[in-house]
C-alpha cells in the first residue's frame, strides 16, 4: 500500500478531508482587487485636480460592497468555484472605471461646461451586471440543465442578432454600426449576449453530433478531412456570420461568432483539419468582403497605413499608436497622459489608454489578468466531467481570449480594426452585463468541476466490475 | 498640483501593485496545479474488499483483458506507454462502445505503472475510483474503460 495522502481534490475519497475550497484565497484576492482599484482612483484624482473628493469615498463604499456581495453569494451558491475568476474580474472592472474616470475629468478640463460623467453610469451598470450575476448563480444550479434548452437559445440568439438587422437604422445605427437597439435613452447591443446563447447551442450541438463530425472522416494528403455532408453547420455558422457583415457592418460580431464556433468544433472532435476548414472559410469570406464593402476597404487601408490617411479613417488607430508611443515602457503615470486624444478612447480604445499611461509594464499586467482569466475557465473545462460542460467552458474561455486579441490587436495596429469592446475593461452596459453573466455560467461549471466526486459518487454500477472480482481471486 | 517625485513613486508604485497581484494570483495557479506541499500523484490502496490476495512483488509483465468484448487480450509491458482506445493507432484497440477513441495510457515510470484518462468521455475507474490524474495502478487492480476491465499482472 503507497502512503501519502491524497492530493487530487477530485479524487478525494468519501471518508477523505474536504479538498481545499479555496473561497478565503479568493476573498483576500478581491480586496486586494478592490484595493489597486481605490489606489488607482486616488491616485487619477491627485494627479489630475490635486485633491481628493468625497466622491471617491462613496465609489469605493458601493465597488467593495458589490465584490463582497459576489463574494458571499459563491461562498454560499457555489462554494467550490475557482478561486481565481471573481478576482480577476473585479480587477479588470476596476481598472476600466479608474480610467473611464480619468477620461471624465480629462474630458471636464478641456470643456468646464461638461457635466456628463460616465464611470458612475459604468458603476450602475456594474450592479446591474452583478445582480444578473448572482442571478444566474441562484437560477442555474447545474449548467447541464443549459443544455436542455440549447435550441430555445440557439433561437433566442438569433433572433438578438436580427434584431437590429430589422429595426429601422435610426433606432439601431450608432457610427455606421447597425448592432444597436436605442430605446427611451437607452441602447443596448443584443450581440453580446447573442454570443452567449450561441456558445451555449453550439456546445449542446457539438457533444450531440461529436462521433459523426470526428470519425467519419477521409484522409487526404496526410490529413483527415471530414465528408461534404457534415461540413453543414460549418457552413452554416459562416454563412450566418457573413449575413451579420452584410446586414449590421459589424466585423467584430462576425469575426467573433465564427471563430468561437470553428474552436468549439476543434476542441469537440480534435480534428486540426476543421481550423483549416474554417481558416479557409474565413480568408474566402475576407476577400469578398473587401472585395464588396467599402467599409471593409476602408478598415483594411486605415491598418495597413494609418499615417496616410491621418486625416480621415486611420486618425484613431494613429492617435491610439502616439499615445502608446508616448507611454513607452512605464507609462505616463495615472493622469500624466493625453488618453482623450484618441478618438472614443472610453469604449474601443481603453486600452490605448492603459498603455499610454500605465506604459508596457501595465498593458501587459492588464493582459496576463485576462491570460489567468482564460486559464482558470480553460482549466475548468479540462477537468470538469461531463462533455457538455468542457465545450461549453471552453467556448466561454476563448470567447473572452479571443474578443481581446482581436480588439488589442486593433488598437495596436496588429489587425484591423473590428469595433469589439475589450471585456470588462471598456465603457458599455451590455458588453459588461453580459460578460457578468458569461462569468456566473463559468464559476457554475468550474464549481461543479471543482466539486469532490464523492456525494455523486463513482457510478454505482461498479458492482458490474464483479467478474473481474472473480478472476482475481 | 503634486510633486514631481511624489507623482514618479505613484508611477512606479502602481505597476508595482498591479504586478503584485499578478504574482498572488501565480501563487494560487501553482498551488493549484502542484497542490500544494505533497507529492502529484495520488494512490489508491488496493481494495479492502479483496482480502487475501497476495501482494506481488516485482515489477508487472503483462497486462490482460478480464472482461468485455476482447477477454483474454494479453500485452506484454515494455517502457513504452500503453495507449487504450478504440482509434486504430491505440495499443489496445478496444471494440467497445463505451470507450473514446482515445481513452486512457498506461505509463511506466521507474518500474511502476501509472493509469491516466486521456479527456474520455465515460471516464476511466481504478477500483471503482475515477481516475482524473495520474493514478498508481498495482497489480491485480481492475481498470474499468467502458464495458472492459483491465489489469496488471506480474
Redesign the interface.
Given at each position: 500500500?503507497?502512503s501519502?495522502?491524497?492530493?487530487?481534490p477530485?479524487?478525494a475519497?468519501p471518508g477523505a478531508a474536504n479538498p481545499p475550497k479555496?473561497r478565503n484565497?479568493e476573498l483576500?484576492?478581491l480586496g486586494?482587487?478592490v484595493?489597486?482599484t481605490l489606489?488607482?482612483q486616488a491616485?487619477v484624482d491627485?494627479?489630475v485636480t490635486?485633491s481628493l473628493t468625497t466622491e471617491l469615498a462613496t465609489f469605493g463604499v458601493w465597488f467593495a460592497a458589490l465584490w463582497t456581495v459576489a463574494h458571499l453569494v459563491v461562498r454560499r451558491w457555489a462554494p467550490y468555484a475557482d478561486?481565481?475568476l471573481l478576482?480577476?474580474v473585479a480587477?479588470l472592472v476596476g481598472l476600466g472605471l479608474s480610467f473611464i474616470h480619468r477620461l471624465d475629468l480629462a474630458a471636464q478640463q478641456a470643456d468646464s461646461a461638461l457635466s456628463r460623467e460616465d464611470a458612475p453610469v459604468q458603476l450602475v451598470w456594474a450592479t446591474l451586471g452583478l445582480v444578473l450575476f448572482v442571478g444566474v448563480l441562484l437560477v442555474l444550479r447545474d449548467h447541464r440543465l443549459l443544455s436542455r434548452f440549447a435550441y430555445t437559445l440557439a433561437l433566442v440568439g438569433l433572433v438578438l442578432l436580427a434584431i437590429p438587422a430589422l429595426l429601422p437604422s435610426s433606432l439601431s445605427e450608432v457610427n455606421g454600426a447597425k448592432i444597436w437597439i436605442r430605446v427611451a435613452g437607452f441602447s443596448i447591443q443584443p450581440g453580446e449576449f447573442a454570443k452567449i446563447c450561441l456558445t451555449v447551442f453550439f456546445a449542446a450541438y457539438l457533444v450531440d453530433k461529436r462521433d459523426v463530425l470526428?470519425?467519419a472522416s477521409r484522409r487526404v494528403m496526410g490529413l483527415e478531412l471530414p465528408r461534404g455532408r457534415d461540413l453543414g453547420p460549418v457552413l452554416v455558422a459562416w454563412g450566418l456570420s457573413i449575413l451579420v457583415l452584410v446586414f449590421e457592418r459589424d466585423l467584430g460580431s462576425s469575426l467573433l461568432l465564427f471563430g468561437i464556433f470553428v474552436v468549439m468544433l476543434y476542441v469537440a472532435t480534435?480534428r486540426a483539419s476543421w481550423l483549416l476548414i474554417g481558416l479557409g472559410l474565413f480568408a474566402g469570406g475576407a476577400l469578398v468582403a473587401y472585395q464588396l464593402f467599402g467599409h471593409v476597404q476602408q478598415r483594411v487601408d486605415s491598418w495597413l497605413d494609418p499615417f496616410e490617411y491621418y486625416d480621415g479613417s486611420g486618425f484613431q488607430v494613429a492617435q491610439a499608436l502616439f499615445g502608446l508611443g508616448t507611454g513607452g515602457l512605464?507609462?505616463?503615470?495615472?493622469g500624466?497622459g493625453r488618453p482623450d486624444q484618441v478618438p472614443v478612447a472610453k469604449s474601443d480604445f481603453i486600452a490605448a489608454a492603459v498603455g499610454e499611461e500605465?506604459?508596457l509594464?501595465?498593458l501587459v499586467?492588464?493582459i496576463?489578468?485576462y491570460l489567468?482569466l482564460v486559464?482558470?475557465g480553460l482549466?475548468t473545462s479540462?477537468?470538469c466531467?461531463d462533455?457538455f460542460g468542457?465545450l461549453l467552458a471552453a467556448g466561454l474561455s476563448f470567447a473572452i481570449a479571443w474578443q481581446v486579441f482581436v480588439v488589442l490587436g486593433g488598437v495596436t495596429g496588429l489587425l484591423p480594426l473590428t469595433g469589439l469592446t475589450t471585456p470588462f475593461l471598456a465603457y458599455g452596459g451590455s458588453s459588461l452585463v453580459a460578460n457578468f453573466v458569461l462569468v456566473a455560467v463559468l464559476v457554475r461549471i468550474s464549481d461543479a468541476a471543482r466539486r469532490p466526486?464523492a456525494p455523486t459518487g463513482?457510478p454505482k454500477p461498479?458492482l458490474?466490475?464483479a467478474?473481474?472480482?472473480v478472476?482475481?481471486? | 498640483?503634486?510633486a514631481e517625485i511624489?507623482?514618479?513613486i505613484?508611477?512606479?508604485g502602481?505597476?508595482l501593485?498591479?504586478?503584485?497581484?499578478?504574482f498572488?494570483?501565480?501563487r494560487?495557479?501553482r498551488a493549484?496545479l502542484f497542490?500544494?506541499r505533497?507529492?502529484?500523484v495520488?494512490?489508491v490502496?488496493?481494495r479492502a474488499a479483496?482480502p487475501?490476495?497476495k501482494k506481488t512483488r516485482g515489477a508487472p509483465k503483462t497486462l490482460v483483458v478480464?472482461?468485455g468484448p476482447l477477454t483474454g487480450t494479453k500485452i506484454t509491458l515494455g517502457d513504452q506507454p500503453i495507449l487504450i482506445g478504440r482509434a486504430d493507432d491505440s495499443t489496445l484497440v478496444l471494440t467497445d462502445d463505451f470507450a473514446s477513441?482515445?481513452h486512457a495510457r498506461l505509463t511506466n515510470r521507474g518500474g511502476q505503472w501509472y493509469v491516466e484518462d486521456l479527456?474520455s468521455?465515460n471516464?476511466t475507474?481504478l477500483d471503482?475510483?475515477?481516475?482524473?490524474?495520474p493514478?498508481?495502478v498495482?497489480p491485480?487492480q481492475?481498470i474499468?474503460i467502458g464495458?472492459t476491465?483491465l489489469?496488471l499482472r506480474s
Open positions: 500500500m503507497t501519502g495522502p491524497t492530493t487530487d477530485r479524487a475519497a479555496r484565497t483576500a484576492l486586494f482587487a484595493l489597486i489606489v488607482a491616485i491627485l494627479t490635486g478561486p481565481l478576482p480577476a480587477l470526428a470519425l480534435e512605464f507609462g505616463a503615470g495615472l500624466g500605465l506604459g509594464f501595465g499586467a492588464v496576463i489578468v489567468v486559464e482558470r482549466r479540462l477537468i466531467r462533455a468542457k466526486a463513482p461498479a458490474g466490475d467478474p473481474t472480482e478472476v482475481q481471486t | 498640483m503634486t511624489v507623482l514618479q505613484f508611477r512606479f502602481f505597476l501593485l498591479l504586478w503584485l497581484f499578478i498572488a494570483a501565480f494560487v495557479v493549484d497542490g500544494g505533497a507529492g502529484r495520488a494512490s490502496p488496493p479483496a487475501g490476495k478480464t472482461a477513441s482515445r479527456g468521455t471516464g475507474y471503482q475510483q475515477r481516475v482524473q490524474g493514478l498508481l498495482a491485480g481492475p474499468r464495458q476491465a489489469e
